[in-house]
């Protein structure tokens, strides 16, 4: 990351892998983080992928999914609104007539007479944003939090915590007119001359900020999201590291720690989860009309939310994300750990082979002369 980043680093407090003061000149560069967070991203996605398209599957089955329904797709690091254009193209993966009597029924039977391909359908389109998304934001979190320890000298477990939210702030900022782009090329089947005049008119009536339409329940989701997940991350890190007296933080530490972290932040953010998925499906079908209804504001959809069904519905769907995101997390956390100490020892390994040379070269000049 780094300038001060390491990634087998640890200090007295506990082990906190890619750790250590700038003086290590071995600590992996940003492109080497952005590797890294990629390969995570690629995992996740291949990971997580068929448990929402088999969810998806079931979900269609109970309730048809009919022209310009919008329903939202994971992939374990976004989410994403696809609309369903007409019979033809929703027959496409996830309005097939196979009949599911279950979870594991769903499973088999896509793979027996779809293949197993059909599980991870709708993923490559996604991914054009995933993995950049992820890529920003891990890279970030990473560059931040060492700004913060070691070019500003602020400790403590309250710079995860900072780091993580500008982190996502920083990254749901960048991808959020992006999405919305995809969303309206998907749900209009706009040319890019045509999505072009499309989006130059949206900013011509309603100002640059129309792109960033949809930003707020988002942030208001993944930014607290965020924060509590890296607070607790390097805080279960470094407690198990401490525990079972390990100088640095193994694969089956990080996976531990990232689920753990993710359960927790994904339950205490849940009533934002359940505000923005609304939210993204109202602007999906609000696109499929043609801009005709006036999406509902944040506070709107949590007071109509608990006007319905009471508190309860703010807290709807609590163990199918805590299933999701859990796992999600530890496969990303762990395999972007485990990149950057293999980044961290390649460089070590080239930085002796250079120190070698240099002392061997120096040797032979004083043998010489």
Known sequence: MHTHQTNTGCNPQGCRMGETPGANSAAITPLQQMLASGTGALLTSVFV??????????????TPFHKGKCFLYCNGLMDHVYVCQNMTTC?????????????????????????????????????V?????????????????????????????????????????GAVTVISPLELIRTKMQSRKLTYGELRVCICSAVTHDGWLSLWRGWGPTVLRDV????????????????????YELLQAPFAISFSAGAISGAIAAMMTL?????????????????????????????????????????????????????????????????????????????????QLQHDIFRTNKLVHILMF
């Not at 992928?49 to 109970?62: C, E, G, N, S, W």
């Not at 891990?138 to 477990?157: E, P």
């Not at 607290?224 to 525990?243: D, I, M």
Request: glycine share 8%; proline share 6%.
């Open 49 to 62: 992928t068929p448990l929402d398209v088999v969810k998806i599957r079931l979900q269609a089955q109970q």
């Open 91 to 127: 027959s496409a993966w996830y309005k097939t007539p196979t009949h599911f009597n279950g979870t594991v029924d769903a499973f088999v039977k896509i793979s027996r007479y779809e293949g197993l391909r059909s599980l991870w359908s709708g993923l490559p389109p996604t991914l």
């Open 129 to 169: 944003m995933a993995v950049p998304a992820t890529v920003i934001y891990f890279t970030c979190y990473d560059q931040l939090r060492d700004f913060l320890r070691y070019g500003m000298g602020y400790q403590g477990n309250h710079v995860p915590l900072v780091a993580g939210a500008l982190a996502r702030l």
């Open 224 to 243: 607290p999201f965020s924060a509590l997940y890296w607070f607790n991350y390097e805080l279960v890190k470094a407690k198990l590291c401490e525990r």
């Open 271 to 351: 009533p934002f989860d359940v505000v923005k998925t609304r939210r993204q499906i109202q602007l999906g079908e609000m696109d499929t009309l043609g801009g005709e209804m006036k999406p509902s504001s944040t506070l709107h959809i949590m007071k109509g939310i608990w006007t319905e069904t009471g508190y309860r519905g703010l807290f709807a769907g609590f163990l199918p994300r805590v299933v999701k995101v859990a796992p999600a997390c530890a496969v990303m956390i762990s395999t972007y750990e485990f990149g950057k100490a293999f980044f961290h020892k390649r460089n070590e390994e080239r930085e």
